[in-house]
């Protein structure tokens, strides 16, 4: 089956760094993006690698490694606002396949 | 709009009742996406659009859903003779492509169904 793998919650202190990984099995796979989600609201996109690499946005990084179907959001200089769930969804595309598989998402909690 | 607009924003059925629910994607954008949510977890893919043409149905419960995205008219998702297990939070999203640049989905607020 197609799958996606990230830790369920995650807990870090104002200012510092996080790191939330995200493993795949999927086939079709394209590109990984990451969404922030608040209490259910709608999600809003935060990055993509369609490459293998790092891509950096702000205080916001993510990484992909196709060779190890692995990719991880950096989150820096925490802030009290970040948190929020976070999902990877891998971007499947081709044959009959265009759309996002998210996986379950990683609450982040930032303690003052 | 700059915005993916869906309506209506809260919908009660009881079971066994029909549900329809609307979506206008951003204006300009060609793909549209629907996803449940069941209680903030993951989303689940239903089906996308490229303009009125449905994209990828795989993940389309086909015997109660249905969907049409038509011409100048907001795109719709359907359940035909409710379940309890529909109740979720339905989004809508929109992107100028899929597989190129400018493959990022914009999410709508999402409508949020529950079943009685």
């Known amino acids: 089956g197609q799958s996606l793998e990230q830790p369920s919650e995650v807990t870090a202190v104002e200012g510092a760094i996080v790191q939330i990984n995200c493993t795949y099995q999927t086939s079709g796979f394209y590109g990984l993006s990451w969404y922030q989600q608040h209490d259910g609201g709608a999600p809003t996109f935060l990055s993509y690698n369609g490459l293998d690499g790092l891509e950096e946005t702000g205080r916001f990084s993510s990484f992909l490694s196709r060779s190890d179907s692995y990719g991880y959001l950096l989150l820096q200089e925490l802030q009290m606002k970040d948190s929020a769930s976070y999902f990877c969804a891998a971007l499947v595309y081709g044959g009959s396949q265009g759309n996002l598989i998210f996986g379950k998402g990683t609450k982040l909690s930032v303690k003052p | 709009g700059e915005e993916v607009a869906q309506t209506p924003k809260h919908l009660v059925r009881g079971e066994g009742q029909k549900a329809k629910l609307y979506c206008a994607p951003i204006k300009g954008h060609s793909y549209v996406f629907w996803y449940q949510q069941v209680l903030k977890n993951e989303f689940k893919f239903l089906i996308s659009f490229q303009n009125e043409n449905v994209f990828d149905e795989t993940g389309m419960p086909k015997e109660r859903f249905s969907a049409k995205c038509l011409p100048n008219s907001p795109c719709s998702l359907e359940i035909q003779a409710t379940k309890l297990e529909d109740s979720a939070v339905y989004f809508c999203?929109?992107?100028?492509?899929?597989?190129?640049?400018?493959?990022?989905?914009?999410f709508g607020p999402g409508t949020r169904l529950t079943v009685l």
């Open positions: 999203a929109s992107s100028q492509s899929i597989g190129q640049g400018g493959n990022e989905q914009f």
